[in-house]
């Protein structure tokens, strides 16, 4: 027997070099062919299409027995119609599954608005729904039809001696599986969302009242539909196929009910086998299967024995919770009891699942150091395997690809079971995950997209040798199907034997074919026939499954690696993400682990084809993804690596050592370089690169800072090159000048010194000019002229115009609120309050056309208001107030010169243009016909800019308006009713800005002063009717009459000097001289006062338009 065997290993060995050198010729010619064409995809595709075989299945099944081909081809067609019905039920569950959840988070508005949304989205469903409906037809006919067969192919055991071990058990399995999509479709359905929704769909079209056929037979498949859609799409599959039973003879049910029992025992058998932690690759299936098959047998048959139940229910007690699909869970006895009649027991299945969990939290952190342990070795081995090539293989060799090849399948099922069982049981059960529980999460998932990666980093290689791996597997086959056809034909005695041998010549047949879906099914089939436990012997026949079984699992290779790395649980648990990011940049930066997470990211919905479906949940994950990777992983990034150029550019200023290796340092300066250089992510369809994003951070900083204050240029340079040195990022140059000359006060330097630049200088409307206010003994004076503020945006940019607006919004309203609590003051409150009551008083016995707010009272007023308090410098709470104004009007002012220096830096830039403002249109592009491409599109560009100039010129932006918007809804509202009165105060400040300008002005002709000089306060006027914009109160001031008030009280001063002097001419023909120069300086003194008023009142009609609505 040894002799026998290694006889049989070299003739294996000598065969593998022969094949090996065919396919090293012809990879050689191929590969001429594959350089001569340009190929860039990345990977191999590993994936066999069954349907792209031409094989046809009679040429499949062909043998001497054509009763038995009939049989075997009948039933292979049944297996092969049920893999495309459940595969097209997965993808029908996915849709539903993802609509329902939309249709939730719109429907928690509890608005009109949101249930006629909720509706649309359902409508989404509509499609999938009647695909649905013909689906169930399908599979229902389909089960109902293979058991049929059963029962015809028991009716023919004598001409075929068939006992019901020996049929076809893998057609069985698919029709539990088939089930089992339609039990997630009641799961979908059961808390009656769609049936709701699609009532009120059905309601729309039974207002429409239409005769049409179609709209007839629209309302026939809704009414079927919502039949299905009330949880009994299984109960109503489980009642066709007990109809069957009437329909069978006794003792082929009799037959039936053996062959579902044996099944039934097989499965617990297979299943008790398994360890704590199933995978994902087939156990659940077989969890599923089982509870099922009882389900089924107890139906049809309704006596299955207390100790299988028993077996069943303890397994189901080992398992409390699984997940079926996507984020469903379910419970086999809660399953069992819901389709059949079972005794009731004490057990809490919550609490049940509770436990179970926290078994499984307990034991993560073993399984995590467990399950990375095993990954690593099995990639390690893999790259080692990798490195031999196809060249030179042994059968020891190609044991370990195969072994390798099939345990990383396995290995990632168990991790995806124990992700999906904690992260959906946490959801169920409405509990918290802690953080150590997220960190395992984190490394769980890292390894299930690693060895994702590394199939497809390795696929290249995979592909080339999986052939070998095949014929590997082909030739044990062979040599089992040869020791088991030997000892048939020792034992033949009867037909029975003739027609069992006669199976294993199809299947030594079928294996000497090349292996696809097809092939294997069919081996499959062929093997069951030969009951290999009852004539093959328990070694034999163990052997044969395990090879089979691997043969149909690497055949099936891509899918396989699709279902079990599926990580369409991050869209179901979407903090998860967030947490995963948070934790990286908080612990030890590795760029592959961040990697790993984000291909696990873009590939969670890739599987389930969830992005092609146009709902918002699905739209907005991805955005979701990336502004969570910016804030919590490229930001935080960006700060360390600032946070370490500022450290080390200041380390000579450092008392104590910095060790740059520390434990207490968690992220270390390799690390960061490890993730800036980490090549961009691709989130749907978009790249993401760090490296790009740090750049632009550092860039953005360096400028902004440097424009801040251009003296420390020097230091930013220093840091930019320490960006350089230390992580190779390129950021770009600013280019700024290290100082300013020749342009007067910087912008910026105003923009950080408002409240001091307002106070300071005085605004000249007219001009157009802010004036310092000095004293008398300087010699200079600065100034802020338009050209002065266009010089300073031609070297900034326009960037430092919302700053500029931004500063002075924060001025104005810490100075609008200063006011309004000045004006709060219960002495000026209640005299504002007795001002108007006599204005009222004297306006309603008055005419209209002789309303006026008399001088005298403006005049008391500001006198009464002047003797409150008394400030440091003589000045008095009058002028506090118009101090107070005046700083509002010029930071106004200082907006509209803004403003006047953007177009002045507009208009130079466009000032070559030619015809700017004639009627004739530009002609660039015209004159660019015929030219090349890059130039028409350039003089495309050209009209553009200019265009886009000439919009700015002429229109600009309403700075004033802005402001006037933001604060007038405060300032009207019943909160500051105090200030309802203010125009009343008005009359009184104008009477004391023009005393202070006059005093100001009269300081002008004295030498030797140390006061502040002024001759002009503008900002005054802008302060004053901004602030009556502000309170909607222009009308009220224009009521007053206060300009008619001050040319009468004008023209009488006048009057009154024009009479005493005619008296004194009449009584003193000498003409007193000291009385004339009296008259004659008092008259000098009402011109100024006049001269004054006049001025302010044009400013104030002229401000009036800035803030017209």
Known sequence: MNFQSNADNKAADDLLKKFSKFIRSYKETTGKLINEKSYNEKFFQLKSDPNSENVSVFQLLESENKLLTKCMIVFYHLNKEARKLIKHSKIIANKLIVIEDEIISVSEASTEASEENALVKFSYSLEDLFDMKFLVQNAIFLSVNVFQQYCALFSMEKLLQITPSSIFPSNIDDVLLLLRNLVIFDMIFQNRLFKNYLGLYSDLLLQQQSDDERHINLQNTIHEIDLLIDGNIFNIALDNIVAVKNKIKARNLKQLENFMLTHIKNLIYGINILGNNLSELNDIDELMKLNIAVIVYQRIFQNLDQKHMRLVSDINYKYPAIVIHGNIMLNGNEFLKRYLQLEKNNVDIEKLQQSYLKQRVDEINKDTLQYSNQVFLWVLQLHQQSKFGNENLNEEMLKNRCELYYQGLTLAGEISFIIKTIVNLHAKLGQLISKPLVSNIYKLTENLQLIKSTYEEKSKFISDSISFVFRYLQFHTLNVI???????????????????????????????????????????????????????????????????????????????????????????????????????????????????????????????????????????????????????????????????????????????????????????????????????????????????????????????????????????????????????????????????????????????????????????????????????????????????????????????????????????????????????????????????????????????????????????????IKNLESFEGNQTLMDKIRSLISSIGNSLGYIRSVRSGINQVNSNSISFVPNLFSDEELEFVKMCNGLSLNTVRASQCLEKDIGQGMKKIVEGTLYFKMLMSTFSPYFQSSKNSHLKNFYLLVPALTINYVKYILKSKDRLKKTQTQDELVFTDDGFSIGIVYILRLLDQLSDYTSLNWTKTIRAKIKGDKDNIVKQRETTAKTNKNNDEKLLQTLSLSEMRINAFQTEFELLFYNINSVKIFFQS
């Open 482 to 864: 040869g020791l088991c056809k030997k000892k048939v034909i020792i034992d033949a005695k009867k037909e029975r034997k003739f027609d069992l041998s006669t199976t294993l010549v199809l299947i030594e047949k079928l294996l000497y074919a090349s292996m696809s879906i097809n092939n294997l099914s069919a081996i499959t089939l062929a093997l069951n026939l030969t009951e290999p436990f009852k004539n093959f012997g328990h070694e034999y026949s163990i052997r044969l499954i395990k090879l089979l079984d691997h043969m149909m699992t690497l055949c099936r290779l891509e899918e396989n690696l699709e279902k079990v790395c599926d990580t369409s649980f991050l869209f179901w648990h979407q903090n998860l993400c967030q947490t995963f990011f948070k934790q990286h940049m908080e612990t030890t930066l590795d760029e592959r682990k961040i990697n790993l997470i984000v291909q696990s990211i873009e590939e969670c919905m890739k599987n389930c084809n969830y992005q092609k479906l146009e709902l918002d949940n699905v739209q907005n994950f991805y955005p979701f993804i990336e502004n969570h990777f910016s804030e919590n992983v490229t930001k935080k990034l960006c700060n360390s690596i600032e946070i370490n150029l500022r450290l080390d550019f200041h380390s000579n200023l450092q008392v104590e050592k910095f060790n740059p290796f520390d434990a207490a340092c968690k992220i270390l300066m390799e690390d960061r370089r490890a993730m800036v250089k980490l090549n961009p992510a691709v989130i749907h369809d978009e790249y993401i690169s760090i490296q790009d994003d740090v750049e632009f951070y550092l860039s953005k900083m360096f400028y902004n800072l440097t424009t801040i204050s251009l003296k420390d240029w020097r230091t930013y340079e220093e840091m930019r090159r320490l960006a350089q040195r230390k992580y190779y990022l390129e950021t770009v140059e600013d280019h700024l000048p290290t100082q300013t000359l020749e342009q007067g006060i910087d912008v910026l330097q105003i923009m950080r010194n408002i409240h001091l630049f307002v106070s300071r200088f005085n605004y000249n409307l007219n001009n157009q000019i802010f004036i310092e206010a000095i004293a008398n003994n300087n010699q200079h004076f600065n100034t802020v002229r338009i050209n002065n503020i266009a010089n300073s945006l031609s070297t900034h940019g326009f960037g430092i115009i919302n700053t500029t607006i931004n500063f002075v919004y924060q001025f104005l309203r810490k100075k609008l609120s200063i006011f309004s609590q000045v004006v709060y003051d219960e002495r000026i409150k209640s005299r504002l309050t007795r001002e108007m009551k006599i204005f009222r008083d004297n306006t309603a016995a008055a005419d209209k056309n002789s309303e006026v707010y008399s001088f005298e009272r403006a005049l008391n007023l500001h006198d009464y």
